[in-house]
């Protein structure tokens, strides 16, 4: 029977990762010139040696969410961090992070040993124009969402997708149905959600003193 606090992260993440807020974030970025379980969930881009699907059946059942792409100060790579808030707030979010955010759809996968992950595919937002890489990704997303493909990035070209010669050959893989997108998402991002100005991220961002 679930617990209280399990009942508690559920509802917190389909409040975060709902089909009305990736139409608005869609319709934030519109402006384009031209074309669980007690798994850990990585978020990462799909690997040369991993076979993956995609969770849905197509881009709509996925969430678009705005995000902000801060250096993590001891390895020096790029994490990428959810905003998430409504209103004033949020415009204030977006703002203070001006020229660090954008767009991105949030693809959740499985590969080949039952492994989840969540893949973060950057889109153009306002005023941007569409590269190979937001294209690409959406068309690879799309493929990886109808049956395993092998997903990597190739120079000139973007993602690009190999289906497997005998798709019996991979052991099949299913998701867990009982664990929704959002529960997926949310245990993805637990620890990585900025959801107001007085967050640790924001203060660090704009020079304030942590005290």
């Given at each position: 029977?679930?617990?209280?606090?399990?009942?508690?992260?559920?509802?917190?993440?389909?409040?975060?990762?709902?089909?009305?807020?990736?139409?608005?974030?869609?319709?934030?970025?519109?402006?384009?010139?031209?074309?669980?379980?007690?798994?850990?969930?990585?978020?990462?881009k799909?690997?040369?040696?991993?076979?993956?699907?995609?969770?849905?059946?197509?881009?709509?059942?996925?969430?678009?969410k705005?995000?902000?792409f801060?250096?993590?100060?001891?390895?020096?790579?790029?994490?990428?961090?959810?905003?998430?808030?409504?209103?004033?707030?949020?415009?204030?979010?977006?703002?203070?992070?001006?020229?660090?955010?954008?767009?991105?759809?949030?693809?959740?996968?499985?590969?080949?040993?039952?492994?989840?992950?969540?893949?973060?595919?950057?889109q153009?937002?306002?005023?941007?124009?569409?590269?190979?890489?937001?294209?690409?990704?959406?068309?690879?997303?799309?493929?990886?969402?109808?049956?395993?493909?092998?997903?990597?990035w190739?120079?000139?070209?973007?993602?690009?997708?190999?289906?497997?010669?005998?798709?019996?050959?991979?052991?099949d893989?299913?998701?867990?149905?009982?664990?929704?997108?959002?529960?997926i998402?949310?245990?993805?991002?637990?620890?990585?959600?900025?959801?107001s100005?007085?967050?640790?991220?924001?203060?660090?961002?704009r020079?304030?003193?942590?005290?």
């Open positions: 029977m679930p617990t209280e606090e399990t009942k508690y992260k559920s509802n917190t993440a389909s409040s975060i990762f709902n089909k009305d807020e990736t139409k608005k974030t869609i319709l934030e970025n519109s402006n384009i010139a031209g074309e669980v379980d007690d798994m850990p969930v990585e978020v990462s799909p690997k040369k040696e991993q076979w993956i699907k995609v969770r849905g059946k197509s881009l709509e059942d996925l969430p678009w705005n995000m902000v801060l250096k993590d100060s001891d390895s020096q790579q790029e994490e990428p961090w959810l905003l998430h808030a409504s209103g004033d707030e949020m415009q204030k979010l977006l703002l203070t992070f001006e020229g660090a955010t954008r767009p991105a759809i949030i693809a959740p996968y499985i590969d080949q040993i039952g492994a989840e992950g969540v893949w973060i595919v950057k153009a937002s306002k005023g941007m124009k569409n590269s190979q890489a937001h294209t690409t990704g959406k068309s690879a997303i799309q493929h990886a969402q109808t049956g395993w493909r092998k997903v990597y190739k120079p000139g070209y973007g993602y690009t997708c190999i289906k497997p010669v005998d798709p019996d050959a991979i052991d893989q299913s998701f867990n149905e009982k664990v929704t997108i959002a529960d998402c949310m245990k993805a991002f637990e620890g990585r959600i900025i959801d100005m007085s967050h640790t991220q924001v203060k660090i961002w020079g304030q003193k942590l005290a």
